[in-house]
């Protein structure tokens, strides 16, 4: 009999072992970072082709639905964007020059929306560039519609719905700012932004939706990178923490019946 209940511990013991094993493996190995650089895509892709090309890379991990986005790498905002210019020849600094191909909502879209399947989203990260807007050559009242520059070209950036950061257009303030629109000889003055460091928001409950507003002018976004879990899972730390607390009381239990 106290052969058998010795067995009995011992097997239990090795079960319990085994379960943290698997546990503490599934929180190593769950989580998973994707970037979507959107290189690959020909100017001009389709929501279509975008959609394909993330769901490529999100692999068996899960899906997203994209709507508003069209593929650009030479977009040029209404001609306003900024340049430099060499004598007459003005080239346009844009996402595009930090690599190739990018992503900004399409004609007839406020916004590029991004609903994801099977997976929740803990961190994201993008660059993003605001692009003139013919509406607001020159930010001031009487070119941005009125007192308080209501129509100052802006980009929000919402999560499951809920507003997360809005970022303005600003003026050029380099003196060597110009663009096609402008001339070489006269500075831009149509508010614009351009961020290429890229910026970062985590989200510990997880969300499953990424929307890029624009007004009024067109939005781009690049290098958008996710993380699809969290390191170390509130639950599976406290489950494995009772585990480890319960090791001396599982031994003592198994010396009565050596």
């Not at 994209?66 to 004598?87: K, R």
């Not at 499953?208 to 509130?234: H, S």
């Amino acid at each position: 009999m106290f052969k058998e209940a010795k067995l009995d511990m011992k097997t239990r013991f090795l079960q319990a072992t085994l379960f943290a094993c698997v546990v503490l493996g599934a929180a190593v190995s769950h989580a998973s970072t994707v970037t979507f650089d959107f290189t690959g895509l020909a100017s001009n892709a389709t929501g279509v082709q975008i959609q394909s090309y993330m769901n490529s890379l999100l692999g068996a991990a899960g899906s997203v639905a994209v709507t508003g986005a069209v593929g650009a790498n030479g977009y040029t905002g209404d001609g306003h964007v900024v340049g430099p210019c060499v004598g007459s020849n003005c080239t346009s600094t844009t996402l595009a020059a930090t690599g190739g191909t990018f992503i900004i909502n399409g004609s007839g879209s406020n916004d590029i929306l991004m609903t994801f399947s099977g997976v929740k989203i803990y961190s994201v990260s993008f660059d993003l560039e605001i692009f003139p807007d013919g509406t607001c050559p020159i930010l001031n009242s009487a070119n941005c519609g009125g007192s308080g520059n209501p129509n100052q070209p802006d980009f929000k950036f919402d999560a499951n719905g809920l507003l997360i950061q809005t970022w303005l257009a600003q003026t050029p303030t380099s003196p060597n700012n110009h663009s096609p629109a402008s001339g070489a000889i006269n500075t831009e003055l149509a508010p614009q932004l351009l961020i290429t460091i890229p910026v970062t928001f985590n989200f510990p409950s997880g969300v499953t939706t990424l929307e890029f507003d624009d007004w009024p002018a067109t939005i781009g976004i690049d290098n958008l990178q996710i993380t699809t879990t969290v390191p170390e899972p509130t639950g599976i730390v406290l489950m494995v923490s009772s585990f480890l607390a319960s090791l001396p009381f599982l031994r003592r239990r198994m010396s009565k019946y050596q």
